[in-house]
């Protein structure tokens, strides 16, 4: 049996709607944004909330998942997206860059990354890459098609879920083609296996009554 952390790494709920997430908001996470075109130098990324998109409302709560039956009505509430432009003061305007950009996540010690969700991407427009602590590629994903009614690749208000799978990793690099979000990350601490605390404690107890003998 293995330990479970309960809590989620990458909570944006705590956000204000256009607060920027930067290198140590979240513990042990440092932070890297660049925007390209019509963002370009104006390199964050932002929380914007989907019950107040401000003029972005292709992500405005709430969001369909085409790949099932049914109306979904999903409210993530707080996702993350690139800034588009005139960021000032730790806040960006509510509107994600259209244009693109990359995100990278680097954090300083191995994690978990189970899934998370994207927000408005058309197909081929977002890429997921995953290091381990090596460096090494552990991950790779391109979005998928979204299959609405109208058989067009038109993602406004819609949503879907890619599985990672428990992969092990330090780094994640998000590569957007443009405009979208991403959210909901489902990424935890490395399970402790349940017996590592007893082996400890048993070790140092053996410690104990190594020094103890030789005190004798």
């Known amino acids: 049996m293995a330990g479970v952390a309960n809590a989620t790494v990458i909570d944006l709920s705590g956000f204000s709607n256009g607060e920027t997430l930067d290198t140590g908001d979240i513990a ?4 890297t944004a660049v925007a390209d075109g019509n963002g370009a130098g104006n390199d964050f990324a932002f929380v914007l909330d989907t019950n107040n998109p401000g003029s972005d409302g292709d992500l405005a709560a709430p969001f369909d998942d085409p790949s099932t039956i ?3 009505n999903f409210n993530p509430g707080n996702v993350l997206a690139l800034a588009q432009n005139n960021c000032a ?3 960006c305007p509510v509107n994600d860059n259209g244009t693109g950009g990359t995100l990278t996540w680097l954090f300083d010690r191995d994690l978990v990354f ?3 969700n994207v927000y ?3 197909t081929g427009e977002l890429k997921i890459d995953l290091f381990d602590d090596l460096n090494q590629l552990v991950f790779t994903a391109m979005v998928p098609t979204f299959n609405t ?3 067009n ?6 949503f879907t879920t890619i599985d990672v799978g428990g992969v092990v990793f330090r780094r994640a690099v998000f590569d957007f083609g443009g405009s979208g979000a991403i959210g909901t990350f489902d990424i935890q601490e490395v399970p402790i296996p349940a017996a590592l605390p007893l082996l400890l404690s048993g070790l140092a107890g053996l410690g104990f009554a190594s020094r103890r003998r030789k005190q004798a």
């Open 120 to 122: 408005d991407f058309r």
């Open 149 to 151: 009614d109208t058989g």
């Open 153 to 158: 690749d038109v993602t406004d208000n819609l």
């Open 89 to 91: 003061g730790g806040f």
């Open 114 to 116: 189970n899934s998370l």
């Open 28 to 31: 042990g996470l440092t932070v």
């Open 70 to 72: 049914g109306d979904e």
